[in-house]
């Protein structure tokens, strides 16, 4: 480059536009050319060539490329004579920046316009996330009787969130002489009807195109696979092979999501097999889709071998292995996993944050995550849906349910999620009548619930002690909302009626349950232990067994029984039935926060953490609290 700088000035009066030319072509090719640009720009208009159009259009799109926005501006204005390429490129400029207001200004102001012109604003406020002023400046594009590209229709289906908008768009692209052969359209339409689950469409469209490529079996693929048929997704990938299509690393990634979502380990492991054999595997898209298939079909060893082996740590490896910690209850690794990211200047995504707000609200006390919070607001991603639903679910595990209840009423659209959510939250803090009012204003939105969203429904009325609300949504959930009872449902009623102190009822409930139903809660037994009535305890405790064998709690119960009222030989023969069973015992856990650290502690597992020194001080402070409250007792033992 400097040798070309150092050429003859007989060349530059000669041939001055081709030579300034083949400069700034060079320029291009370069990775940073900030620097050879403004060397190159001095020296024409030292020659004062820096009128010429030509050059001076090629000197914006140069200060374009290489984010020199004001350089680009003050090139634009040293031009006596601008045409429609010089305005598309200082409008441009302002679509970059992301200042769509000016950019309109800008776009008002233009003598010409031509189809880049319109493109660029389409493309502008779909970067912006300004989906209905796009759709509004497409109908302005055809009313001012410019026809549409290929690129304008790519844009605009790219942001279409509605099947029969959708629809309205391909007829759009029929009726404006576009058919399968631009690959570029036909792309753009299988990937659109994947996104809104019509495969069927895709399919057509795809099997409609004179030519594909492998963007075009990849959209195909990865449609099947988010509208769940992933199946015909592997069946399309063996034809890929079959008719010659060289696959690469997203058509390898969206297969491995395929077997993740079957959960075929086996079939997964043949694709990895295949990627190491075309040198996919240790790219990280391919990664962190082995990384998801491992996790969700419980090889977390295997997941973290290759994670370990991985040369990249990037946002995509990363981000998959935190989601794999979160997944699997390994929460302390998904936060210690996320700071490490953070610290390698890693931007997350809203789905690493609604994993690390999620772990949070498990494994961290309040205060951290209230900076896990910050950093969500920080980051941009407050108003993304997934993750809002993940601070709600925080702060009602926290038991700051103000807190939860503002970011809900402040989310901008509410999925069914985001409602069960919230009423989950309610519930569990004993809030039983604002939980029953969420749950009325979300009938009132449209929104059908599910059996996540009565569940919580019937947990709000057995902790708020409202047995015949309790019972009425019970009642009519399968002619009101089409949902047969499942485990957590019985449980949840007939705790509610055992509080009430309608034990025959409860037990009434509880015989009638299918013998699948396993889910039941402590209190229900806790309850039944203190009956007077034996022969009521037996029958609870033995449909308990039923239901649920490997629970040592319904035999603890039932021994406890025997031993109030000495019956001696059966509380032996319950313990020795007890000893033969593999019973599944229940296991306390609890935690404490010190210095920035959280010790957790399981039943039992004191003696892990300095138990002895533990309990030696405690048995020391004991003995102060008994001094202080009997004082007489201190006399006793000096004298």
């Not at 003050?74 to 004579?81: T, Y």
């Not at 942001?159 to 631009?182: E, L, P």
């Not at 079939?267 to 990664?287: E, P």
Request: hydrophobic letters at 40%; glycine letters at 6%.
């Amino acid at each position: 480059m400097y040798n070309f700088l150092q050429s003859s000035q007989t060349l530059i009066y000669r041939h001055p536009l081709s030579y300034f030319s083949s400069l700034i072509d060079q320029c291009f090719s370069l990775k940073n050319p900030a620097k050879f640009s403004k060397a190159i720009h001095a020296q024409l208009i030292k020659l004062s060539f820096n009128t010429n159009t030509f050059l001076g259009n090629r000197f914006i799109e140069l200060y374009l490329k290489s984010g020199s926005a004001n350089d680009a501006l003050r090139a634009f204005h040293e031009l006596p004579d601008k045409n429609v390429f010089s305005w598309n490129l200082y409008l441009k400029v302002f679509v970059k920046c992301f200042d769509m207001l000016m950019a309109r200004q800008v776009f008002d102001e233009m003598p010409d316009r031509d189809v880049v012109s319109w493109n660029s604003m389409i493309s502008g406020y779909v970067s912006g996330g300004f989906l209905e002023n796009a759709q509004d400046m497409f109908l302005e594009m055809q009313n001012s009787g410019v026809k549409p590209s290929s690129f304008t229709f790519s844009t605009l289906i790219s942001c279409v969130k509605c099947a029969d908008y959708g629809k309205q768009m391909h007829g759009n692209i029929t009726r404006n002489g576009f058919d399968y052969s631009n690959l570029v359209v036909g792309n753009a339409l299988i990937d659109l009807y994947g996104k809104l689950g019509l495969v069927d469409y895709a399919v057509g469209v795809f099997f409609t195109m004179p030519k594909v490529d492998v963007i075009s079996w990849n959209s195909l693929i990865s449609g099947c696979c988010k509208s769940g048929y992933e199946k015909p997704a592997l069946s399309h990938f063996c034809s890929m092979r079959g008719k010659g299509h060289k696959a690469d690393e997203y058509t390898m990634s969206a297969v491995l999501t395929a077997c993740t979502n079957l959960q075929n380990l086996e079939a997964g492991k043949s694709i990895l097999c295949l990627c190491m054999k075309m040198g996919f595997l240790w790219n990280t898209i391919v990664s962190s889709a082995a990384i998801d298939l491992f996790s969700k079909c419980n090889r977390m060893k295997d997941a973290i071998c290759l994670f370990d082996e991985s040369n990249i740590f990037d946002s995509a490896l990363s981000n998959s292995m935190i989601a794999c910690y979160a997944r699997n209850g390994l929460m302390e690794n998904a936060l210690e996993l996320f700071v490490l990211a953070l610290r390698e200047n890693i931007r997350p995504t809203e789905f690493t944050l609604s994993c690390v707000v999620g772990s949070a609200a498990v494994f961290l006390p309040s205060e951290q995550g209230s900076q896990v919070h910050s950093l969500v607001v920080k980051s941009g991603f407050e108003s993304d849906d997934v993750v809002a639903s993940s601070l709600v679910e925080m702060y009602g595990k926290y038991g700051l349910i103000d807190s939860a209840l503002h970011i809900f009423s402040n989310m901008s659209t509410k999925d069914l999620i985001s409602w069960n959510t919230m009423i989950m939250g309610l519930a569990y803090n004993g809030k039983a009548i604002e939980s029953l009012s969420i749950f009325e204003e979300l009938l009132e939105s449209g929104l059908h619930p599910d059996h996540i969203t009565l569940s919580g429904i019937l947990l709000a009325c057995n902790y708020g002690g409202l047995p015949e609300e309790g019972m009425a949504i019970f009642s009519s959930m399968e002619k009101e909302y089409g949902i047969t009872p499942r485990n957590e449902h019985y449980a949840y009623v007939v705790d509610t009626i055992m509080r009430a102190g309608n034990i025959e009822d409860a037990i009434s409930i509880l015989e009638t349950m299918p013998l699948s139903a396993a889910l039941f809660s402590e209190s229900v037994l806790r309850t039944c232990g203190h009956l007077e009535n034996l022969e009521l305890i037996e029958r609870v405790t033995k449909r308990m067994m039923e239901l649920e064998p490997q629970s040592s709690l319904p035999y603890l119960v039932l021994a406890d029984a025997y031993e109030q009222r000495g019956k001696w030989e059966s509380l032996v023969r319950v313990r020795k039935v007890m000893e033969k069973m593999p019973t599944k015992k229940v296991v306390g856990c609890s935690w404490i926060g010190l210095k920035d650290h959280v010790y957790a502690f399981e039943a039992n597992q004191m003696i892990q953490h300095g138990g002895k020194d533990v309990y030696l001080i405690l048995k020391l402070l004991m003995q102060e609290v008994q001094e202080e409250n009997n004082p007489l007792q201190i006399i006793d033992i000096r004298e």
